[in-house]
Structure formats: C-alpha cells, structure tokens
Nanobody
Framework: QVQLVESGGGSVQPGGSLRLSCVAS???????MGWFRQALGKEREGVAR????????FVADSVKERFTISRDNAKNTVYLQMNSLKPEDSAMYYC????????????????????WGQGTRVTVAA
C-alpha cells in the first residue's frame, strides 16, 4: 500500500510563501494527485490537482493566481507552491491520490480520491 507524506507546512506572515511536498512511498505515475485543505469548522476543499502522466494542472479559482502545482515523477513527489499567502489560506493541507488512472479534469471533490496523507498545517498570521 502506497503511503503519502506531506511536509513543508508552517507559520508564515501574510504575503509570504511556502512550498508543500507530498512524497509517495511507491509509484504514483499515471495517477491524478490532488491537494486539499480543511480549515477549522469548514469542509475539505480542493486546491489543486495534476495528473502525473498527463501533467495538466487544475487550480481552484480562489488560489489560481497564487498557487502552483507540479510533480517530479522521478521522486514520486507532488508539490504545491503557495505565494502571497493570506490568513484565509490557513488550514490543514492534505495530499491525495485519485482512484485508478483516469485524468484529473472531472475529479474536483474529495470523494474522487481514495488515498490520503496525514496533512501538514499552514498558518498565515501577522
């Protein structure tokens, strides 16, 4: 069973940047990989996703100008670069792998993903 481990979270001031990493313990080639976040008292929401073979990224409109998703297949790693962070970006960020090998276009909810990491916390505050 492949495991996903997130890292890179932390505390940062508004306007700052963080890069989250999601390292898989096994091969994630030809998988849709996603980043989700969940703030306290709120539902989990999709932030970005990318297919490791097709490479086409999808980024939520709320963060599109500030967040970038990428992958390094040689390292079985997916990244989320977050710039110009705002307090409302504070949340637990989760990495997830989609079911099967289908593309990411229609996978925009948590139920489309069946393998999850433990999360890494991001706090944006002055």
């Amino acid at each position: 069973q492949v495991q996903l481990v997130e890292s890179g979270g932390g505390s940062v001031q508004p306007g700052g940047s963080l890069r989250l990493s999601c390292v898989a313990s096994g091969n994630i080639y030809n998988k849709c990989m996603g980043w989700f976040r969940q703030a306290l008292g709120k539902e989990r929401e999709g932030v970005a996703r990318i297919h490791t073979a097709l490479a086409m990224p999808f980024v939520a409109d709320s963060v599109k100008e500030r967040f970038t998703i990428s992958r390094d297949n040689a390292k079985n790693t997916v990244y989320l670069q977050m710039n110009s962070l705002k307090p409302e970006d504070s949340a637990m960020y989760y990495c997830a792998a989609g079911r099967g090998s289908d593309g990411c276009a229609a996978r925009n909810t948590a139920s489309d993903f069946d393998l999850w990491g433990q999360g890494t916390r991001v706090t944006v505050a002055a």
